[in-house]
């Protein structure tokens, strides 16, 4: 499985972003993808999850209301739109894939990494 995410930039206070992630390669329809984010000098943490199947969400505290996860399930896609974002979004952005189904903010349970894509918020 390859993770390709895309879509980051600059972007002002109050703005709006859209990342996505394509997936490729052997996945089941059982799956569920993440987006984690890393600012320098912070650890990793979790944003939001999407299970594949259901379409069930989970989000952070910290974007709940202002971000919103989706997928495309004929591209294998999946998207971080990104509104109303601060200047404490700015960070790398990497998208996960998890096998298990469970849309989880657990890092552990996800297999597949992609590479990141950075996000920078200006005030």
């Known amino acids: 499985v390859q993770l390709q995410a895309s879509g980051g930039g600059l972007v002002q206070d109050g703005g709006s972003l859209r990342l996505s992630c394509a997936a490729s390669?052997?996945?089941?329809?059982?799956?569920?993808m993440a987006w984690f984010r890393q600012a320098p000098g912070k650890e990793r943490e979790f944003v939001a999850a999407?299970?594949?199947?259901?379409?069930?969400?989970y989000y952070a505290d910290s974007v709940k209301g202002r971000f919103i996860i989706s997928r495309d399930n004929a591209k294998n896609t999946m998207y971080l739109q990104m509104n109303s974002p601060k200047p404490e979004d700015t960070a790398l952005y990497y998208c996960?894939?998890?096998?298990?189904?469970?849309?989880?903010?657990?890092?552990?349970?996800?297999?597949?990494w992609g590479q990141g894509t950075q996000v920078t918020v200006s005030s």
């Open positions: 996960a894939l998890s096998l298990t189904g469970w849309a989880t903010d657990e890092a552990s349970r996800y297999r597949y």
């Open positions: 999407i299970s594949w199947r259901s379409g069930n969400t």
């Open positions: 390669g052997r996945t089941s329809s059982s799956y569920a």
